[in-house]
């Protein structure tokens, strides 16, 4: 979740975290990994945007947390939930229900110790059509591209690029007016992540650096307006969009993944 306005300017003064505050990052982004699991088996038509919030802000609780999206800039719910056209920021309705055939992205944050997590999924309610599975597909294998190219050494360039130069390739466009971003203990940190850059640019990856990638992507063009709550944005064309994210930690050999599902053994 990444506010275009809001989106740190990339610098060289990253925040690198310790092994202790790494641990808690685990245990923050782990909670909204096992939240976003469950919630994948409450996508159903007929399930309203507010039950899905109800839904995932009782896990985030249950697992001693609390949600970071929550009243952050007066947004009004734990869980932002977006239908096809919508991009990101969807804010939860009871109004809101979801149809056979719907595209459904929820990003989620909880906070832990102190410390933030960060995802985002897109699951099809239903039946849906081959155009929007091929968009959904594409969008996650996108952050798959990302997560590849995060080492220690590698420039953020490459790992902007290697969202846009595969989703381009799908004949598809990636959303400029949001990015993902540094996280820590703050939701958002330096620096910001563009989901498109020339390779080669941007700051040096260092052990220790948490990001939050995530590709925004459409089946049409890339411009997007914002709805008249100041929040929920949408394609400008009414394409169909996707959204997938993970919270990682840069390693000397690549990155950890923090936003896996772990065991809760508390």
Known sequence: MNRS?????????????????LDLMRRASGIVAEALELLRAEVR???????LNRFAESEIRKRGAAPAFLGYRGYP???????????????????RIVKNGDLVSMDLGAVYGGFYGDAAVTVAAGEISGDRRRLMEVTEAALGKALSEVRSGAKLGDVSNAVQRFV???????????????????????????NYGKPGSGITLRPGM?????PMVCLGRAEVVIKSDAWTAVSADGSCAAHFE???AVTESGCEVLSRAVKNEE
Do not use: Q
């Open 5 to 21: 306005e809001a989106a740190i300017a990339p610098s060289p003064m990253v925040d690198i975290k310790t092994a202790a505050e």
């Open 45 to 51: 038509p007929g399930v309203s945007t507010a039950a």
């Open 77 to 95: 719910a734990a869980l932002c939930v977006s239908i096809n056209e919508e991009v990101v920021h969807g804010i939860p309705s009871e109004s």
């Open 168 to 194: 381009e390739k799908n004949g598809m466009s990636v959303v400029r007016e949001f990015t993902g971003h540094g996280i820590g203990r703050r939701l958002h940190e330096e620096p910001s992540i563009p």
């Open 210 to 214: 948490t990001l939050a990638i995530e």
């Open 246 to 248: 993970h919270t990682v």
